[in-house]
């Protein structure tokens, strides 16, 4: 099992950048492939941005691309969201998520097993 805790969220002005981080905890970090997603009030949560496990293969959502870019550090037990040119329609928690079952990047949510409890980003206009 692992155990995620992200954080790195907070109000921050449209233009603007942060980097969300997610610390896993597990001897096994690097056999599981990563995402981040994000929920919106009254909204579904939706993928966000994936890595495979070695780092090589990313994956992200069209609202992202180019803004976006997630990173991970095999021996820190780390993935990152680094976010630019940050938008208010970015407005949402942000969560991390881990997937045993693929070493791939994977873009939906039911193939993550493991999810960390989340962090508010907002961008105000």
């Known amino acids: 099992q692992v155990q995620l805790v992200e954080s790195g969220g907070r109000l921050v002005q449209a233009g603007g950048s942060l980097r969300l981080s997610c610390a896993a905890s597990g001897r096994t970090f690097s056999s599981y492939s990563m995402g981040w997603f994000r929920q919106a009030p009254g909204k579904e949560r939706e993928f966000v941005a994936g890595?495979?496990?070695?780092?090589?293969?990313?994956r992200y959502a069209d609202s992202v691309k180019d803004r976006f870019t997630i990173s991970r550090d095999n021996a820190k037990n780390t993935v990152d969201l680094q976010m630019n040119s940050l938008k208010p329609e970015d407005t949402a928690t942000y969560y991390c998520?881990?997937?045993?079952?693929?070493?791939?990047?994977?873009?939906?949510?039911?193939?993550?097993?493991?999810w960390g409890q989340g962090t508010q980003v907002t961008v105000s206009s």
């Open positions: 890595i495979s496990w070695g780092g090589a293969v990313l």
């Open positions: 998520a881990a997937n045993s079952r693929s070493r791939w990047a994977v873009t939906t949510s039911i193939e993550y097993e493991y």
